[in-house]
């Protein structure tokens, strides 16, 4: 902070001398520079995180823009692994509370789900992670189809099936009762109003159905909470570890899913650090720094060929909610300030791809200017509108101005429309 204030401070005295000595010429921006390097943009690190460049119909990689320079990373989590979880979760509610989840005693364990972004490769793992636990899933293609369902009451669509579930030697029903992506009509995407009217919607005509709420994330599931399910004792099921939701589960909130954003921020702007600094990738990662940050093997994973580093996710429940209560506390193994005379201050320019994205703006950006500090990093933060690339992309004017690039895309399918900037 205090560092970012000096910089912005010395900026406006050398514009104004500039200015004062008729110096103002068109690029005499340049002076203002915090760049230390001649490296062409197009050579400088990046790293993509949260929304993986991928095809969003196929889910297919996008290759080209995980191989964009050398030095180009993705950082996420182990979404498959995190969707068996939250789908294991649920059942293993389901199981636990078998005699009185069935609120109108009808024989059919009803749910019903919010669906995230229908072209995002973690919304996807999320629905069929559930559908597969619960038994709904369909399958296309070898695949669990994940598109919503729109309205299911009497168990006839084709999309989702009625699942079986075997407890105590009973078989039970369970049946999607309802799915709908939570879209707003701005196109913004993970709406958390949209769930909050959704629910409304869904309880005012199948109410007494509804035993189960689940949710892609926690944003539009505690938004489903607080509208309806807390009062009416439905047990709702997000992801993400948001604060607020952590704190719910003493409210009767089911659980949700920390995907270890305290990894994936340290991460995100880690990869940066290390190619900046011009040493092995792995440092401060699976190899202890000088300070001794260092990452186990529990919390993430590297796959080399997709160039993506994967955190790893653990199930919240009112077992161990106590333990992820301060969502955005620096994780401990990497909390170590690096030494500015290996590790000089350089300057990243960062997006996040919407601003009032729950998870991304109360869970992940706090932990990011958190690990900025340590890492001698003076990121500047652009917030998006969730529905826009060029909202996004107009305010990377002057690429040059930086060191270095983390970029959060509004479609996972657009990251030519940064890279194309970073090759002019
Ligand atoms: C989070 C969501 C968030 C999305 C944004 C996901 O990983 O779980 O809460 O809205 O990222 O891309």
């Not at 205090?2 to 010395?10: C, E, F, I, P, T």
């Not at 009416?232 to 939701?245: I, L, Q």
């Not at 880690?270 to 202890?288: C, K």
């Not at 040059?400 to 030519?416: G, R």
Request: with cysteine.
């Amino acid at each position: 902070m205090k560092r970012k204030l000096a910089l912005l401070m010395m900026a406006a005295v050398m514009v104004g001398s500039l200015t004062a000595c008729g110096g103002g010429s068109s690029d005499g921006g340049s002076t203002t520079d915090t760049t230390t390097s001649d490296t062409a943009n197009k050579d400088k690190p990046l790293v993509w995180f949260n929304r993986q460049p991928s095809n969003s119909s196929t889910g297919e990689l996008d290759m080209t823009a995980l191989n964009f320079n050398e030095d180009t990373y993705y950082v996420g989590f182990d979404a498959n692994q995190g969707a068996e979880l939250q789908g294991t979760m649920v059942r293993d509610y389901i199981e636990a509370n078998i005699d009185s989840i069935d609120r109108n005693g009808d024989g059919v364990i009803g749910y019903v789900l919010a669906i995230g972004d229908i072209g995002h490769n973690d919304s996807i793992a999320r629905t069929r992670g559930v559908r597969s636990a619960l038994g709904t899933g369909v399958e296309v293609d070898g695949n669990v189809n994940s598109d919503p369902i729109g309205t299911n009451t009497d168990g006839s669509a084709s999309t989702v099936q009625d699942g079986t579930l075997e407890i105590n030697g009973t078989t039970y029903t369970v049946r999607e009762l309802a799915s709908q992506e939570m879209k707003n009509s701005a196109g913004a995407t993970w709406d958390a109003a949209t769930a909050g009217n959704a629910i409304g919607t869904w309880s005012s005509s199948f109410g007494d159905q509804i035993d189960i709420v689940v949710s892609n994330n926690d944003g539009m599931g505690m938004s489903m909470f607080n509208a309806w399910s807390k009062d009416e004792g439905v047990p709702t099921f997000g992801y993400d570890a948001n604060a607020d939701a952590v704190a719910a589960i003493a409210e009767g909130y089911g659980g949700t899913i920390s995907q270890h954003a305290d990894v994936q921020a340290y991460l995100t702007l880690r990869v940066l650090r290390n190619a900046l600094d011009g040493v092995d990738i792995d440092t401060g990662i699976g190899t202890a720094d000088d300070a001794g940050n260092v990452l186990s093997d529990d919390v993430y994973v590297y796959n080399a060929d997709e160039r993506s580093y994967y955190a790893l996710n653990v199930a919240v429940t009112a077992e161990n909610y106590q333990d992820f209560t301060d969502s955005t506390k620096v994780y401990e193994p990497v909390s170590k300030q690096l030494d500015e005379s290996s590790s000089p201050v350089k300057s990243v320019w960062l997006n996040i791809y919407n601003a009032s994205d729950n998870f991304l703006s109360s869970t992940y950006q706090p932990l990011l200017e958190k690990y900025d500090d340590l890492l001698n990093l003076d990121v500047e933060y652009i917030g998006g509108d969730g529905q826009t690339e060029s909202n996004i992309t107009n305010r990377l004017g002057n690429p040059s101005q930086y060191d270095a690039f983390a970029i959060n895309m509004v479609k996972t399918d657009n990251a030519a429309s940064y890279t194309s900037i970073l090759s002019q």
